[in-house]
């Protein structure tokens, strides 16, 4: 009898579980329903310093801003559940197993191409939706119908980066890069080398160094004995490339004023940013409250890492509009694959099919950006309907 109760006991508990997913909303005393998000990211450590952090502020900015919305004549809002990834793998398959079997989601987005990758499995089979970073094209398709990457791809941000080069610079014929030993780093040095090539500009060499290095020097040598036109680093290493004589042409993904700040206005003239910043002209007019609010809140800069989960918390709110519920996870991927959804950024949709066989790439207009003097500058725009013809081009191939 007692062991057939806690068989009994355990098949509650999974019951439980599975109305948990299933539902993943909660009703307030005042008729305002609640729906989850789960959202794993550092939360330690440098990238919880750099990136974590940032990102859990500004999600919750976010909410407090978006406030109540109504789905299907429901008031609702959301119930942000944070878990610390670690930004590996092993804190992927953690904080998405908590998430879903815990808190019971049905949305769940990472911080970080590690920790996405390795929740990939999870989240199909429990049938959760996983908007994914920096994932390659093959980790999506037909068989992964819950997965979507839920920001601008690196293959946009090259694809518009080496476009803009070579047309303002002719001057560029070789390239190389220099990134972290993560997913996301191997993701942009195949997307930038692929895309360097289709605009003839011969690619040179990817280094990529392990987690939490400090000495550069030794990378730094080898890639100025290279000698490339345009090469991909972050400050730290062009500092030390600069007084070693290199002359190129940087570019990066991210930007902050304290990066020039801490390497010198000098040596970050020129510095061209591929992925959207919310900068200079790329800060858009409904945006300008939020970031006003995130820097007189936090004190520090609403930079690209803030910037991107604003986007997303904003689109993700309107899909959820748009399909009408907010628990039938196939009618909100439906939506997800034929709505284009409103940010104050302008309009998001997923597509690519044609790269992906899904069409679960986000794609949106982008933007390059320069440092010059002390300010960042917009130097070359795409509109969505353009990158999605060029992205086709230069990978579908």
């Given at each position: 009898m007692e062991?057939?109760l806690?068989?009994?006991?355990?098949?509650?508990?999974?019951?439980?579980?599975?109305?948990?997913?299933?539902?993943?909303?909660?009703?307030?005393?005042d008729?305002?329903?609640?729906?989850?998000?789960?959202?794993?990211l550092?939360?330690?450590?440098?990238?919880?310093?750099?990136?974590?952090?940032?990102?859990?502020?500004?999600?919750?900015?976010?909410?407090?801003?978006?406030?109540?919305?109504?789905?299907?004549?429901?008031?609702?809002?959301?119930?942000?559940?944070?878990?610390?990834?670690?930004?590996?793998?092993?804190?992927?398959?953690?904080?998405?197993?908590?998430?879903?079997?815990?808190d019971?989601?049905?949305?769940?987005?990472?911080?970080?191409?590690?920790?996405?990758?390795?929740?990939?499995?999870?989240c199909?089979?429990?049938?959760?939706?996983?908007?994914?970073?920096?994932?390659?094209?093959?980790?999506?398709?037909?068989?992964?119908?819950?997965?979507?990457?839920?920001?601008?791809?690196?293959?946009a941000?090259?694809?518009?980066?080496?476009?803009?080069v070579?047309?303002?610079?002719?001057?560029?014929?070789?390239?190389?890069?220099?990134?972290?030993?993560?997913?996301?780093?191997?993701?942009?040095g195949?997307?930038?080398?692929?895309?360097?090539?289709?605009?003839?500009?011969?690619?040179?060499?990817?280094?990529?160094?392990?987690?939490?290095?400090?000495?550069?020097?030794?990378?730094?040598?080898?890639?100025?004995?290279?000698?490339?036109?345009l090469?991909?680093?972050?400050?730290?290493?062009?500092?030390?490339?600069?007084?070693?004589?290199?002359e190129?042409?940087?570019?990066?993904?991210?930007?902050?004023?304290?990066?020039?700040?801490?390497?010198?206005?000098?040596?970050?003239?020129?510095?061209?940013?591929?992925?959207?910043?919310?900068?200079?002209?790329?800060?858009?007019?409904?945006?300008?409250?939020?970031?006003?609010?995130?820097?007189?809140?936090?004190?520090?800069?609403?930079?690209?890492?803030?910037?991107?989960?604003?986007?997303?918390?904003?689109?993700?709110?309107?899909?959820?509009?748009?399909?009408?519920?907010?628990?039938?996870?196939?009618?909100?991927?439906?939506?997800?694959?034929?709505?284009?959804?409103?940010?104050?950024?302008?309009?998001?949709?997923?597509?690519?099919?044609?790269?992906?066989?899904?069409?679960?790439?986000?794609?949106?207009?982008?933007?390059?950006?320069?440092?010059?003097?002390?300010?960042?500058?917009?130097?070359?725009?795409?509109?969505?309907?353009?990158?999605?013809?060029?992205?086709?081009?230069?990978?579908?191939?």
């Amino acid at each position: 009898m007692e062991k057939w109760l806690s068989l009994m006991a355990v098949g509650v508990l999974l019951l439980a579980l599975v109305i948990g997913v299933a539902c993943g909303e909660e009703e307030e005393a005042d008729g305002v329903k609640e729906v989850k998000l789960g959202i794993g990211l550092p939360l330690t450590g440098i990238y919880g310093a750099v990136i974590g952090n940032p990102s859990k502020q500004a999600f919750e900015l976010a909410n407090e801003y978006i406030g109540e919305f109504t789905v299907a004549g429901e008031r609702y809002k959301w119930d942000l559940i944070f878990e610390d990834n670690h930004w590996s793998s092993q804190g992927g398959v953690a904080s998405t197993t908590k998430l879903i079997f815990e808190d019971g989601v049905n949305i769940i987005t990472h911080v970080g191409g590690d920790p996405s990758l390795a929740s990939q499995r999870i989240c199909e089979e429990a049938g959760v939706i996983l908007l994914t970073a920096g994932l390659p094209l093959d980790a999506f398709g037909p068989d992964k119908p819950h997965s979507f990457m839920g920001q601008l791809s690196v293959y946009a941000d090259c694809a518009a980066l080496f476009k803009y080069v070579s047309e303002a610079h002719p001057e560029v014929k070789t390239a190389s890069m220099v990134f972290e030993d993560s997913v996301t780093g191997h993701r942009t040095g195949e997307a930038a080398a692929t895309a360097a090539e289709y605009y003839g500009i011969k690619w040179l060499d990817a280094e990529y160094y392990p987690t939490g290095t400090v000495e550069f020097y030794p990378i730094a040598t080898k890639m100025t004995s290279e000698d490339p036109d345009l090469c991909c680093m972050d400050t730290r290493l062009l500092s030390t490339m600069r007084e070693m004589g290199w002359e190129g042409i940087p570019f990066y993904a991210l930007w902050a004023s304290a990066y020039g700040e801490d390497a010198g206005w000098d040596t970050v003239q020129g510095y061209l940013i591929y992925h959207n910043a919310p900068f200079g002209e790329g800060l858009h007019e409904a945006l300008k409250p939020i970031a006003a609010e995130y820097e007189r809140r936090f004190g520090t800069e609403f930079a690209q890492v803030p910037w991107g989960r604003v986007i997303l918390l904003y689109w993700l709110t309107d899909a959820l509009e748009k399909a009408g519920t907010v628990d039938d996870v196939d009618q909100i991927i439906a939506t997800l694959e034929t709505e284009t959804l409103d940010t104050p950024a302008g309009p998001v949709k997923f597509g690519l099919s044609e790269l992906d066989g899904a069409g679960h790439q986000c794609i949106m207009p982008c933007w390059i950006g320069e440092i010059r003097g002390e300010e960042y500058h917009v130097v070359f725009e795409m509109s969505a309907d353009e990158s999605e013809a060029l992205l086709i081009d230069i990978f579908g191939k």
